[in-house]
């Protein structure tokens, strides 16, 4: 079956504190890839990062890193000194070949507050 | 590039009524998505679309018909509305082949009432 898994429906930090927001995600495809998005109040869905299941580098992007796992089949997201505008809604999703390569499966997102 | 643009971005429409909800891509991207979106939700497909001529269904197709006649073109039509059918509709695009996915293009999505 293919699933994402985000078991945290809310987070709230304080301006400045490091968070990390989790995916955990299952598949049976043999090539797989993992995706992030961000969608702020203004409500539209914004691209973050794409991951290849072969490729299980982690990856900083600025105060945006991410933590690919498959051993635990986990796809984590840290964001380093929040700042208010990073309060969103973020989703984890995942595609991948056989199987599911015309599909996206979206994790039911993690809504993040950010407060000053 | 305008990248994937939907209109309209409201819409407020009485049960019973049709409409049409236009998706436009530019960025000649085969696979195409309707997802929708309730408050404090995630996302659900509705339809996709593997080329121009090709159409399946998601997960809650009912309600809701598509068609794909062209490589850009992939509006969603919704008949006999419901106020169930309240939502922000999404529509997205991919490039997917032998080299990989994409990520998912998104619009920036239509805001649909049924009253």
């Known amino acids: 079956a293919q699933k994402v898994t985000q078991a945290q429906t809310e987070i709230s930090v304080v301006e400045k504190e490091d968070v990390t927001l989790d995916c955990v995600y299952e598949?049976?495809?043999?090539?797989?890839?993992l995706f992030w998005y961000k969608q702020p109040p203004s409500g539209e869905l914004v691209f973050l990062i794409r991951r290849n299941s072969f490729d299980e580098q982690n990856e900083i992007s600025g105060r945006y890193s991410w933590n690919f796992q498959k051993s635990t089949s986990s796809f984590n997201f840290t964001i380093t000194a929040s700042q208010v505008v990073d309060s969103a809604v973020y989703f984890c999703?995942?595609?991948?070949?056989?199987?599911?390569?015309?599909?996206?499966?979206f994790g039911s997102g993690t809504k993040l507050n950010v407060k000053p | 590039n305008a990248g994937v643009t939907q209109t309209p971005k409201f819409h407020i429409l009485k049960i019973g009524q049709s409409m049409t909800l236009q998706c436009t891509q530019d960025?000649?991207?085969?696979?195409m998505y309707w997802y929708r979106q309730d408050p404090g939700m995630g996302l659900k497909l509705i339809y996709y679309s593997v080329g121009a001529g090709i159409t399946d269904k998601g997960e809650v197709p009912n309600g809701y018909n598509v068609s794909r006649s062209t490589t850009e073109d992939f509006p969603l039509r919704l008949e006999l509305a419901a106020p169930s059918q309240t939502s922000v509709y999404f529509c997205?695009?991919?490039?997917?082949?032998?080299?990989?996915?994409?990520?998912?293009?998104f619009g920036n999505g239509t805001r649909l009432t049924v009253t």
């Open positions: 999703a995942l595609s991948g070949y056989p199987y599911n390569f015309n599909k996206f499966y």
């Open positions: 598949t049976r495809d043999t090539t797989y890839y």
């Open positions: 997205a695009s991919s490039l997917i082949g032998q080299g990989g996915h994409s990520p998912l293009h």
């Open positions: 960025m000649n991207h085969n696979y």
